[in-house]
C-alpha cells in the first residue's frame, strides 16, 4: 500500500510553484480524448509539420557514426560554432563560441540564465502578456516577477517609457520574448532601439530576450535587441530548433550572451543536466547547415493560417483579435463573454471558466488567459490543419452562441 506524502515532506518551492497552463491543458484534453472523445487541441505551441528529413537523416548517421557517448556540458564545439555562424548570418550578431551554452530546450536556456543572474530579492521586468513559465522561473529564483502589461491598442507591447518607468533599484533584468507568445506581437527596429536607449542608461539591468519563433515572422525583419551595440554586453539571446524547425521533441535550444554569463550558465547546466542529448545535437548542427528553407516554408503555411483564423474569429460575436505579426496563436479578448452562464446553468466567470467549458462542450482545447498575465484573454494555437482550425471555430462559434 502506497502511503500518501504529507505537505511538509515537500519543498515549499515546489509547493508554491504552479503547473504549466500549456501542459496542463493539453493533460486535460489527451485525457478525454482516451475517453474516445474527439478533440481538437489548439492549447499546445507545437507545430503539427514532421522534422525535416535532411535532419531526421543526420541523427540517424550520427547513431552509426557513434555519438552515443557523454558530450561537452556547453555543446559540441561545431554546433556551438555553427550558431555563432547562424547568428552572424541572420541576426548581425558576432559571438565565439565560448559565449554560447547548447541545452536541454530553449527552457532550460531560460532557467539557466534566471538561476545565474537573479538573487533572492531581486526584481525581473517581464513584458506582458508573456509565455506562462517566465514568471515562475523568476520566482523559483527567489526573484519577484513584475510584468509590465502592454496596451491592447499598442499591440500589446510594452513601450520603452513603461520601462524607464518601472525600473527601480531592485531591477536586475528585463525579459520578453518577440515574436511573442502568446499574442504574436513583434517589436520592431525603432522600438527596440528606444529600449536599448534605456537599458543603455540603466546599465546594470540585463535583458533576456527570447527570441524562439523568430523564423516565424511576417513582418519582414526580425530584430535582435543585442544588435544595438551599446547594450550588446547586457543582452543575453535565447533560442533554439524546436519552433522554426519543428524540432520540439529533441529538446534543443541555446543562448548566446557575454562570456561570464555563458560560464555560469555553463557551470549551472554541469551540475543539473550535463550536456544535452548527442544525437539531437547532430541533428540541430544539419538544421543550421541546411538553412532556412523548410522553416520558411512552414512559416508560409503559419502566415496562410493566421489569415484564416481572423477571418473565423471575426464571424464570432465577442471575440476581439488582435493581428498577430508573428508565431503562430491568436489571443482574443473575451470580456465581453464573461459573466455569462453555461447551457447547464454554470457561471462563466473567467477565462479559465471560458477556456473549461469550450473544451467540456465544444472540444477544444485553448489556454485561458492568466497563465500569460491576462485574464480577460484567451490563446488558440494556429499550428494546426486548414480542416481542423475550420472545424474546431465552427465549433467554438455554436458554443459561444449556447452562452446565456
Not at 513582418?219 to 543582452?235: N, P, R, W, Y
Not at 459573466?339 to 465544444?362: Q, W
Not at 472540444?363 to 497563465?371: E, F, L, P, T, Y
Amino acid at each position: 500500500m502506497t502511503t500518501a506524502l504529507t505537505a511538509p515532506l515537500l519543498s515549499d518551492r515546489v509547493q508554491l510553484m504552479q503547473e504549466s497552463a500549456t501542459i496542463a491543458m493539453a493533460k486535460k484534453s489527451r485525457e478525454l480524448a482516451a475517453q474516445g472523445v474527439d478533440v481538437i487541441n489548439l492549447s499546445f505551441g507545437e507545430p503539427d509539420f514532421q522534422t525535416p528529413d535532411y535532419i531526421k537523416e543526420a541523427a540517424k548517421r550520427a547513431l552509426d557514426e557513434g555519438y552515443t557517448h557523454y558530450t561537452p556540458v556547453p555543446g559540441y564545439l561545431d554546433l556551438r560554432q555553427a550558431i555563432c555562424d547562424k547568428l552572424l548570418r541572420d541576426n548581425q550578431l558576432q559571438y565565439q563560441p565560448n559565449q554560447v551554452v547548447v541545452s536541454t530546450g530553449a527552457k532550460q536556456a531560460l532557467a539557466n540564465v534566471v538561476l545565474a543572474v537573479v538573487n533572492p530579492g531581486d526584481e525581473v521586468l517581464i513584458f506582458a502578456p508573456y509565455w506562462v513559465s517566465y514568471a515562475a522561473l523568476v520566482e523559483l529564483a527567489g526573484g519577484v516577477a513584475v510584468p509590465l502589461m502592454g496596451r491592447p491598442e499598442n499591440g500589446y507591447k510594452t513601450t520603452a517609457a513603461e520601462l524607464a518607468a518601472a525600473i527601480g533599484p531592485r531591477t536586475k533584468a528585463v525579459m520578453y520574448s518577440s515574436p511573442c507568445n502568446p499574442t504574436g506581437a513583434v517589436f520592431n527596429r525603432a522600438e527596440l532601439a528606444a529600449i536599448a536607449d534605456v537599458l543603455a542608461a540603466n546599465p546594470s539591468v540585463l535583458a533576456i530576450a527570447d527570441e524562439i519563433y523568430e523564423y516565424i515572422n511576417f513582418t519582414g525583419e526580425h530584430v535582435s535587441l543585442a544588435q544595438f551595440a551599446e547594450v550588446k554586453d547586457q543582452v543575453i539571446t535565447v533560442n533554439g530548433f524546436s519552433k522554426g524547425y519543428a524540432m520540439t521533441g529533441w529538446r534543443l535550444g541555446y543562448l548566446a550572451a557575454h562570456p561570464a554569463i555563458a560560464a555560469a550558465c555553463d557551470k549551472l547546466q554541469s551540475q543539473f543536466t550535463s550536456g544535452t542529448c548527442s544525437i539531437a545535437q547532430r541533428a540541430g548542427l544539419a538544421a543550421l547547415q541546411g538553412g532556412r528553407a523548410t522553416a520558411d516554408e512552414m512559416a508560409d503555411a503559419y502566415r496562410r493560417r493566421r489569415d484564416l483564423v481572423l477571418t473565423l474569429a471575426a464571424d464570432i460575436p465577442g471575440l476581439v483579435t488582435p493581428r498577430p505579426d508573428g508565431a503562430f496563436y491568436i489571443f482574443p479578448d473575451v470580456s465581453a463573454l464573461l459573466g455569462r452562464r453555461a447551457p447547464d446553468g454554470s457561471a462563466i466567470d473567467t477565462s479559465a471558466d471560458l477556456a473549461l467549458y469550450l473544451l467540456r462542450d465544444a472540444h477544444v482545447a485553448c489556454v485561458s488567459g492568466d497563465a500569460f498575465g491576462a485574464p480577460y484573454c484567451l490563446r488558440f494555437s494556429t499550428a494546426a490543419s486548414d480542416e481542423k482550425l475550420t472545424e474546431a471555430f465552427g465549433r467554438i462559434k455554436a458554443s459561444l452562441g449556447r452562452l446565456g
